[in-house]
């Protein structure tokens, strides 16, 4: 598969559908207009790669809505050299986003068919994380901490607390909370023990999975 002009184009017309919602950051725009999502995607959804819609990606898994990805990247506010920590890397999709933002990305994915994949796929595409791991999203990464920012691609039923002792003083988490229905939640890290709560639109996400299973 190719990106072709008619898919630059598709992308254009996806950044006016969210420029539409009330995504502002520049930055963010411009990601999504020069990540071939397509690429990302099973043949059978390409038609449907611009359109502002989640599709699946095998193992119970979609590839989240264009819209979702935008929002949540710019509550990050994500400037050059962030370490971030990525909770449920998918397709690999939001990971591409960040890497173009010039974040160092530590992805996390408890799937073995889709970390597998992924991890061969998104070099050869170009976007190139610090380091993909398999493994249970609900303990972070204590051995990489502290974060300037760790983003949750999965519905969470609670805030894991190992997420939120990993944040830098000043950092940031971006995590859907709830079970059939998420409300897009974000914790600025205050102080050691001071963090500050702000609450979002509602998001249907899949659920974001404990323990590693082969």
């Known amino acids: 598969m190719k990106d072709l002009p008619k898919h630059k184009g598709l992308r254009n017309q996806l950044v006016q559908v969210l420029i539409d919602k009330g995504i502002k950051d520049e930055k963010v725009l411009n ?12 043949s059978s959804f390409i038609d449907f790669a611009y359109k502002d819609k989640a599709f699946p990606i095998g193992a119970d898994q979609t590839i989240s809505q264009p819209y979702t990805v935008a929002f949540q990247t710019e509550l990050l506010e994500v400037k050059a050299n962030d370490k971030i920590l990525e909770i449920g890397t ?16 530590f992805s996390i994915e408890r799937q073995k068919e889709l970390f597998t994949k992924t991890k061969k796929f998104l070099p ?28 949750v691609t ?3 039923p609670f805030v894991p607390k190992p997420l939120l002792a990993q944040l830098k003083i000043g950092g940031k988490l971006v995590i859907p909370v709830g079970d059939k229905e998420q409300v897009m939640t974000l914790f600025v890290r205050n102080s050691e023990k001071e963090f500050e709560k702000k609450e979002f639109d509602k998001f249907a996400f899949v659920p974001f999975l404990k323990d590693v299973s082969d």
């Open 154 to 156: 999965a519905g969470a």
């Open 90 to 105: 998918g397709s690999g999709y939001q990971t591409a986003v960040l890497v173009s933002l010039k974040a160092i990305v």
């Open 31 to 42: 990601a999504i207009a020069k990540i071939p999502r397509h690429l990302f995607m099973d």
């Open 124 to 151: 050869r595409l170009g976007y190139v994380a610090k380091k993909l791991i398999y493994g249970d999203g609900y303990n972070g990464l204590p051995n990489e901490a502290p974060f300037d920012s760790i983003i």
